[in-house]
């Protein structure tokens, strides 16, 4: 298998992360250099026409785009550690929370970065600064529902690491490097604690 994949962008660090957490060796990384344009090249745009990164290439030569998608296949493949739930009401729950955790964290984060950071210009055109400053708010205000959820236990879906707390945690990482977000800066220590815990697994080291 191949990942097609780009260092340090945020989708593909939470595929390098999963991938590390079920401890799978064997899939090769392809970089696909976003700022050079290689993912828009008719090479890689053939093999997914969005153009965007991840992609997985199978053993049998389809392949599989979209983070969740590729994620959801890995848990079938490597069934341990779960990490996507086990049975409909724990899978419904861990999705729930992960879903909320990409719309309203993740995409509020990526959203202000596109829209607002001058380097990603190129990449985002046209930028919209006013609406990126508004996605920077709407990600503080998930980042609060985060830390009082994260008073009551001790990981993001509940008692246990999941995907929600990789998306989570890549999450906060992009918008630390770029956002210069800190959440114990900002009086958030319950999610800060957590950041902390959770940059201490050896799969926070994946960088796609």
Known sequence: MKLYTSARAPNPRRVA????????????????????????????????????????ELDDGRVLAETRAICSWLEGYAPEPNLMGEGFDERAFIEMTDRR??????????????????????????????????????????????????AGQPFVAGQRFTIADITAFCALEFAR??????????????????????AE????????
């Open 201 to 208: 697994r050896p799969s926070a080291s994946a960088l796609g």
């Open 101 to 150: 955790v990409e719309l309203h964290l993740f995409l509020g984060a990526a959203n202000c970065i596109r829209h607002t950071h001058p380097g990603l210009a190129a990449l985002e055109q046209p930028q919209f600064p006013e609406y990126g400053a508004a996605q920077a708010g709407k990600m503080r205000e998930t980042a609060r529902w985060l830390d009082t959820t994260l």
């Open 177 to 198: 490097g770029l956002m210069k977000f800190r959440p114990g800066h900002e009086g958030l220590t319950h999610l800060q604690a957590w950041r902390d815990r959770i």
């Open 17 to 56: 992360m999963f991938i590390a957490e079920k401890g799978l060796t064997g899939i090769e990384p392809v970089q696909i250099d976003i700022g050079a344009g290689q993912h828009r090249s008719a090479e890689y745009l053939a093999l997914n026409p969005f153009g965007r990164v991840p992609a997985l």
